[in-house]
């Protein structure tokens, strides 16, 4: 698997710059993402937070079913439950209550 370049392109950028906006207790879906954005798609947007996200609140960007990011699912519970992000019995998070879609806070 090649690696990622030492910085960020300009989609990857602009991945995360959304990325940061995201408010506290709110997600977007990986693909919520890509068609706010205008460009790529749900795994383009996966590659731009693994490689990058880091440095970004990483655990407001989810797969459609709500569940969190594979691998981190115990650190993303604890920033939900900080954060008071609507979940679901199963544990996911209630994509209808959190779903933010680009707009005002």
Avoid: C, F
Avoid at 31 to 42: R, S, T
Avoid at 55 to 79: L, M, Q, T, Y
């Amino acid at each position: 698997m090649a690696r990622p370049p030492s910085h960020p392109d300009d989609y990857a950028e602009r991945v995360l710059d959304l990325v940061e906006r995201i408010p506290s207790g709110r997600v977007m879906s990986y693909g919520d993402v890509a068609e706010y954005l205008g460009q790529g798609g749900p795994r383009q947007v996966g590659a731009v937070m693994s490689a990058w996200g880091g440095a970004v609140p990483w655990w407001r960007v989810i797969r459609a079913d709500g569940s969190p990011p594979p691998g981190h699912e115990v650190r993303a519970r604890e920033h939900y439950a900080a954060e008071a992000t609507p979940l679901r019995p199963n544990g996911r998070v209630d994509m209808r209550r959190a779903r933010w879609d680009g707009g005002e806070p």
